[in-house]
Each structure stands twice: as structure tokens, then as C-alpha cells.
């Protein structure tokens, strides 16, 4: 089973940018969907952004769409999420996760597609 490690969370100021890195144990990652989630103390799981196999393919929630931008470098084995413009309601853990298995359903953004979670990385948008 791949795993997959979150990286790059830290405290920021709002209007600030911030990149995570999402990065699989192996290669089979290549072959699934992945996907960035977050969570707030009382809350569920949020969808925040998905990529496809290739990378040909994105979807985002639109609390993010036009703010955060996901790519990945299937050689390297990772999936960023590039932030930009943050703001204090983009604060909690965010999570990666790759999609439960191999489908051609598109977007997928139910969390209960997905397995594999990482331990999730804190981002904290404060002044």
C-alpha cells in the first residue's frame, strides 16, 4: 500500500503564499487520482482541490478556485498545492490522499473515494 507524507504546512500571514508537497512512497501513485483535503477542529473533511493521473485533469472547491493551484511531478513521485492570496479561513490540516481505486470517474471529491491518507500538515493563516 502506498503511503504519502504531507510537507510544507507552517504559520503564514494572510495575503501570503504557501506551497504543500504530497509525496508517495512509489510509483503506483502515478495511477490514481490524488487528492488535497482539509479539516478544522468539529469539522468534517473538506474537498479542496484534485488532479488526474497525468495532470491533465483539476478540479477545486470555490472557497479555493482561483487562489490554489495543484500539480504534480509523477517522476518525483509528488503532488503540490501551490496557495496563494491565504486568508484565515484557509487555516487547518491539510491531507493528501489518492483515490481508493482506479476509476474514470471525474472529479472525485468525496473523501470516502479516497485511501491512503498521510498524517496532514498544519497551516495556520494569522496576523
Known amino acids: 500500500q502506498v503511503q504519502l507524507v504531507e510537507l510544507g504546512g507552517g504559520l503564514v500571514q494572510p495575503g501570503d503564499s504557501l506551497t504543500l508537497s504530497c509525496v508517495a512512497s512509489?510509483?503506483?501513485?502515478?495511477?490514481?487520482?490524488v487528492g488535497w483535503f482539509r479539516q478544522t477542529p468539529g469539522r468534517e473533511r473538506e474537498f479542496v482541490s484534485a488532479i488526474s493521473r497525468a495532470g491533465a485533469l483539476t478540479d477545486y472547491a470555490d472557497s479555493v478556485k482561483g487562489r490554489f493551484t495543484i500539480s504534480r511531478d509523477n517522476a518525483a513521485n509528488t503532488v503540490y498545492l501551490q496557495m496563494k492570496w491565504l486568508n484565515p479561513e484557509d487555516t487547518a490540516v491539510y491531507y493528501c490522499a489518492k483515490e481508493r481505486r482506479e476509476s474514470t470517474i471525474w472529479p472525485v471529491r468525496s473523501q470516502y473515494e479516497y485511501d491512503s491518507w498521510g498524517q496532514g500538515t498544519q497551516v495556520t493563516v494569522s496576523s
Open positions: 512509489d510509483q503506483t501513485v502515478s495511477k490514481y487520482v
